[in-house]
């Protein structure tokens, strides 16, 4: 009967300690969870920051025009920063011309999207509306459209092409041969820049162009004068 007895204790006290051994098991899961969901939540923080000031954004190495299938262009510039003004004084300019712009001709015709300054390096990356907005605001031409809508607003094509092949130089192209394809889309420039279309480049001016790859196409002067431009012709689909 007395062994009986310490038994049913014995059992009594162990079932006591599983219950506070469990329930001990569930705050330390429960602290683990929030700890963890704190982690997280620092780290979503910390990427947002990240993301949010660009600290980490790809510079690209020249200066470049991205003409999206939208009518958008978006410029990311390069230029030396002279210290004879301060970065804030560069800001502000921008900021000015912009507004300036935007009241005569809508708003949003002209966005800065960012300014950075890498020592005595300048990005800046400015959003057009369209081809029109920036050849007006910038005062370099550029035209964006199909062949048929260049040819329609007094563009000849009179220029010495090449074709174009997995982002590579070809052989010479007539112009009668490029002009009937109507369709194609077209991107008319003057100014040394490279040149990103949203699609496949087919043709290209020869003078001053150097294929970056099958969407891309860098414009220069031989001689490197980047006073010097002509009308290059970039032809995509």
Request: proline share 1%; net charge neutral.
């Amino acid at each position: 009967m007395e062994n009986k007895k310490k038994h049913s204790a014995k059992a009594a006290q162990n079932a006591r300690e599983n219950k506070i051994k469990a329930r001990n098991q569930k705050i330390v899961q429960h602290r683990i969870a929030i700890l963890i969901a704190v982690i997280i939540l620092v780290i979503a923080a910390i990427v947002a920051v990240v993301k949010f000031s660009g600290w980490f954004d790809k510079i690209p190495d020249q200066s470049t025009l991205t003409i999206s299938d939208d009518g958008k262009v978006i410029c990311e510039e390069l230029t030396d920063f002279a210290e004879d003004y301060s970065r804030s004084e560069l800001k502000t300019y921008m900021k000015e011309e912009i507004k300036e712009y935007n009241d005569t001709k809508g708003k949003d015709s002209v966005k800065l999207d960012k300014i950075k300054f890498y020592s005595d390096l300048a990005h800046a990356k400015t959003t057009y509306a369209s081809a029109e907005d920036y050849s007006k605001f910038t005062g370099y031409g550029l035209y964006t459209g199909t062949i048929k809508s260049a040819v329609k607003q007094g563009f000849d094509f009179s220029d010495a092409f090449v074709s174009v092949t997995d982002g590579e130089k070809g052989t010479s192209v007539d112009t009668l041969d490029i002009t009937s394809q109507k369709k194609l889309k077209v991107a008319i420039i003057k100014e040394n820049i490279n040149v990103t279309v949203d699609g496949t480049i087919l043709y290209v001016s020869d003078a001053c162009t150097t294929m970056v790859d099958k969407s891309t196409v860098s414009i220069e002067q031989p001689d490197g004068n980047a006073d010097a431009t002509q009308l290059t012709y970039i032809i995509y689909k």
